[in-house]
């Protein structure tokens, strides 16, 4: 079946290839728990190695104190935490309060709003 000469027609190609492909299925369980366990392992070892490691804060200055603080104890994680916290109380009390009252999108975090420093600070 297989036609190696030297130049062969388009069709012959792809006679290879779906031959290659069939060769190669029997070795595709294996290729695949080889692929599973490295999901698995980076998987397990991520969440690790983000807690030593947590990406850091966008931000270069700062204007909150305890902003800053966060950000260099524990990074973004540790910033959320804190305007969580914030929101929280600023919700107890009253107020209507989301993340998106003070930063325009939660990826760069860019700020939004009318002072959103002064009215961050009141809640924290
Ligand atoms: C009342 C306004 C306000 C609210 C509500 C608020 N933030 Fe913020 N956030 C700020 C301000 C102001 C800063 C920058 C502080 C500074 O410059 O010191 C900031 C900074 C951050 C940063 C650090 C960004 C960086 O990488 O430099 C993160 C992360 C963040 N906010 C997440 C959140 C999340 C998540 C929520 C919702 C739970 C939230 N914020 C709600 C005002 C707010």
Redesign the pocket.
């Known amino acids: 079946m297989p036609r190696q000469m030297g130049s062969s027609p388009d069709p012959t190609f792809v006679d290879l290839d779906s031959e290659a492909i069939a060769m190669r299925k029997p070795s595709s369980p294996t290729t695949i728990i080889v692929l599973m366990s490295g999901l698995l392992l980076g998987g397990l070892l991520s969440p690790a190695a983000s807690a030593e490691d947590p990406a850091p804060?966008?931000?270069k200055?700062?204007?909150?104190a305890k902003?800053?603080a966060a950000?260099e104890d524990g990074g973004?994680p540790a910033?959320?935490n804190l305007?969580?916290a914030?929101?929280k109380k600023?919700k107890e009390a009253g107020e209507s309060?989301?993340?998106k009252?003070?930063?325009s999108e939660?990826k760069t975090?860019a700020?939004t709003g009318d002072d959103?420093?002064g009215?961050?600070e009141k809640?924290l």
């Open positions: 804060c966008s931000a200055s700062f204007k909150i902003v800053k950000c973004q910033a959320k305007m969580k914030a929101v600023a309060m989301t993340c009252s003070c930063h939660l975090y700020l959103p420093v009215k961050l809640w």
